[in-house]
């Protein structure tokens, strides 16, 4: 039975102080409206910011001498492919950013301002982006480009090892935890912090347990509403995810290579299971004892304090409740200027998980895997994986 994932978002469940309440609501949501503007423009300057790129190699390879051009004859060929590559995935970003009109519950925050609709529902040509589009940091498109990287890990056939690797295992320990064949799954509640584009958090439902996923980044927001709502068949639509990947290329094509997404059809979840997506800061938006498990996955090192994670998955777990948790310790922020970080090693990590109040059940050190690695690159990134389960105790 296909069901819509509901996405909720923060703003509605977290509480105001009395007396200012109404102007500080108002001053939240012009910060979250400018937010979100900024995130779609970011989506929208994705072909024009790719082609200068692609521009940027044309003309120097053009200053070259003739003798130089012909002892690289496909080079120009190439960068045609990747124009096309880039046009192919520009096509379905404008794709996705149609369908987020009624993104969230409280969706009049979240609307589009009238020259990113009229970019959305036109064509465009680049002088048209160029005019229509502010200039857009680049952080925010190498965002946008590990986004469409994303879609790899998630939902294509090429991103089946990492998934083996990475979600495997926690999804065999609920199993453990949770049998089917002694429970009813839809009893069972399970939270997926930094739920990504949502593939974790669909196949725990998939197999009948409820799963909320949350996520506090728009650019995975936004597209997985759109993965999770949208498609209803496999291989529905083509991506080119290397197209950006310039350096540690082994062959003429590998830059160019499409991917088809989704491998599987996400529509189809069991009728008796609960399935959503709550937007905002993990932190402020849970706080109730109410989850039988938490499941983490390359999440827990997103903390400006990690701590603070740690106490908070102990605080809205059931007394008896699980935390799951795979990956490593990268510590998002911690070479950001401007940005706190607390980057404890596992040792210590593991120290402050028990002095919280966990007890350990099990724990797997060194298990490695990449990221949204490109498998054809003469260069990958291999992460040495933390995967343990502890349990809150039972109240006496």
């Known amino acids: 039975m296909s069901k819509k994932t509901k996405l909720?978002?923060?703003?509605?469940?977290?509480?105001?102080?009395?007396?200012?309440?109404?102007?500080?609501?108002?001053?939240?949501?012009?910060?979250?409206?400018?937010?979100?503007q900024r995130i779609i423009r970011a989506f929208l300057h994705y072909r024009i910011h790719s082609l200068r790129r692609v521009n940027k190699a044309r003309r120097y390879f053009a200053s070259l001498s003739q003798e130089d051009q012909q002892l690289a004859p496909k080079f120009i060929t190439k960068l045609d492919l990747i124009k096309m590559a880039v046009n192919v995935n520009y096509d379905?970003?404008?794709?996705?950013?149609?369908?987020?009109?009624?993104?969230?519950?409280?969706?009049?925050?979240?609307?589009m301002d009238e020259a990113s609709r009229t970019e959305v529902d036109s064509a465009g040509d680049d002088l048209h982006i160029y005019h229509k589009i502010s200039a857009v940091p680049e952080f925010d498109m190498e965002k946008v480009q590990s986004t469409v990287k994303q879609f790899v890990r998630d939902w294509s056939k090429e991103g089946e090892k990492e998934r083996n690797i990475c979600y495997l295992p926690i999804i065999n320990e609920i199993l453990?935890?949770?049998?089917?064949?002694?429970?009813?799954?839809?009893?069972?509640?399970?939270?997926?912090?930094?739920?990504?584009?949502?593939?974790?958090?669909?196949?725990?439902?998939?197999?009948g347990y409820n799963?909320?996923?949350n996520e506090i980044s728009l650019y995975m927001l936004i597209t997985s509403n759109f993965i999770l709502n949208n498609c209803n068949t496999a291989e529905q639509y083509m991506l080119y995810p290397w197209v950006h990947q310039y350096c540690n290329v082994p062959g003429f094509d590998d830059q160019v290579r499409s991917i088809k997404i989704p491998d599987i059809?996400?529509?189809?979840?069991?009728?008796d299971a609960s399935f959503s997506m709550c937007a905002g800061d993990f932190l402020m938006v849970y706080n109730d004892p109410e989850w039988d498990s938490v499941a983490t996955c390359f999440f827990i090192d997103t903390a400006h304090n990690i701590i603070a994670y740690i106490k908070k998955i102990y605080e809205i777990l059931k007394p008896g409740g699980y935390?799951?948790?795979?990956?490593p310790l990268l510590y998002h922020f911690a070479d950001i200027t401007g940005e706190q970080s607390l980057e404890l090693s596992y040792e210590e990590?593991?120290?402050?998980?028990?002095?919280?109040?966990?007890?350990?059940?099990?724990?797997?050190?060194?298990?490695?895997?990449?990221?949204?690695?490109?498998?054809?690159?003469?260069?990958?990134?291999?992460?040495?994986?933390?995967?343990?389960?502890?349990?809150?105790?039972?109240l006496h």
């Open 323 to 327: 935390w799951i948790n795979f990956g």
């Open 265 to 271: 059809p996400p529509s189809d979840i069991p009728k």
């Open 349 to 394: 990590v593991k120290i402050v998980i028990e002095n919280v109040g966990f007890i350990y059940e099990k724990e797997e050190k060194g298990i490695m895997s990449g990221y949204t690695q490109d498998p054809n690159s003469l260069m990958t990134t291999l992460y040495h994986n933390i995967f343990f389960i502890v349990r809150k105790p039972m």
């Open 92 to 111: 379905f970003i404008r794709t996705i950013l149609q369908r987020t009109q009624s993104l969230f519950l409280n969706s009049e925050i979240y609307q």
């Open 211 to 213: 799963c909320q996923g």
């Open 176 to 207: 453990r935890l949770y049998p089917r064949n002694e429970i009813q799954p839809n009893n069972i509640s399970i939270l997926v912090p930094g739920a990504g584009l949502g593939r974790l958090a669909y196949e725990i439902v998939k197999l």
């Open 8 to 36: 909720e978002d923060s703003t509605q469940m977290v509480n105001h102080d009395s007396g200012n309440q109404e102007e500080t609501e108002k001053d939240e949501m012009a910060l979250e409206m400018e937010h979100y």
